[in-house]
């Protein structure tokens, strides 16, 4: 903020308690403004773009998915849409081995178990979930996290697959198979494709379908990219065997069905939430806003796709 302030503008915040700032709010804090610093939970449409008004030169994305912004509306205006790719890569690939490692081996379901302080013994048939080593992950979305996810998982013995895409394109360390392909033949499949209208619902009822039933689907991208009703009709009938989510359809809420299955790992979309990454997000946010405002170049300007 200090630094923002030392170009001139005159700084308006709103972030005391976290969360999604409340609409009337949003349209009131950014009228006449030249730059605006948002995260996902903040909508920008074309009604909060008019309502900054022509002064309004940069929307900063504190995320990597842009999703939450109007592309088209901000292009039309004039206005430089930015984002944080790189700095949260490697943040949100741990996390994604993290919900990986927690379904495939039961973790958390374990973890409930002992609290239980129902007796228990050593038995080898206790708690037994699937190997990783040996194993397939099926990537959906070959890009920085999807790369990052494939190397921590490779170091688990794992086989990677990916879908075709811009990531995948000319990639010599993967093996790239079209989608159906990749969801029959893994054991794990890993969402890291941005939500777009292509992407939305991309994983519905016939694709579970399709997977084996000992699979599991982790999703740390976007909540939309899946069916939620679907995944959870294929996870209550034994379609697939478990899921990992990060990532929710209609976040704050997940879907009331997946609270009841054991066999579901959920996480509240803290992808790139360690201390390091957040700070560098934060900081790559404002670097845009400086950038544009002293009439440079943004770091990481995102493209009408
Ligand atoms: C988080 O979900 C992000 O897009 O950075």
């Known amino acids: 903020m200090e630094r923002l302030s030392m170009l001139g503008p005159s700084v308006v915040s709103y972030d005391d308690s976290g969360g999604p700032t409340p609409r009337g709010l949003l349209l009131d804090s950014v009228r006449g403004a ?5 995260s996902l939970t903040e909508r920008i449409d074309a009604e909060v773009l008019d309502a900054a008004g022509p002064s309004l030169r940069v929307v900063a994305n504190v995320a990597v998915g842009t999703d939450n912004i109007d592309l088209a509306a901000a292009h039309a205006r004039g206005v430089i849409v930015t984002n944080t790719p790189d700095v949260l890569t490697e943040a949100t690939a741990d996390l994604t081995m993290g919900l990986l490692l927690a379904v495939q081996r039961r973790i958390v379901e374990a973890d409930a178990f002992v609290r239980s302080q129902e007796p228990w013994a050593w038995a080898p048939d206790f708690f037994v979930g699937e190997a990783l080593a040996g194993s397939t992950l099926g990537i959906v979305g070959y890009g920085r ?40 033949r893994s054991d794990v499949v890993s969402l890291h ?8 619902h991309l994983i519905g009822a016939r694709e579970l379908e399709s997977m084996k039933r000992s699979a599991a689907l982790v999703n740390t991208a ?7 009703s679907a995944l959870v009709r294929a996870l209550e009938t034994g379609a697939i065997r ?9 976040e704050p809420d997940p879907h009331p069905g997946l609270l009841k299955l054991a066999n579901v790992v959920l996480t509240p979309h803290v992808g790139s939430a360690d201390a390091a990454t957040r700070r560098a ?13 002293r009439g440079g170049d943004p770091l990481s300007p995102v493209g009408l796709r």
């Open 145 to 184: 996290i999807g790369r990052a996810t494939a190397r921590r998982a490779r170091a688990f013995g794992m086989r990677i697959l990916a879908s075709p895409g811009r990531g995948a394109y000319g990639a010599k360390d993967v093996n790239v198979v079209e989608l159906p392909e990749l969801l029959r």
């Open 193 to 200: 494709c941005p939500l777009n209208e292509r992407t939305r």
């Open 242 to 250: 478990a899921a990992g989510l990060d990532v929710f359809e209609h």
């Open 281 to 293: 997000m934060a900081e790559m946010a404002v670097a845009n806003v400086v950038a544009v405002l």
């Open 222 to 228: 976007r909540g939309a990219i899946v069916d939620e």
């Open 34 to 38: 030249c730059a605006m610093v948002v």
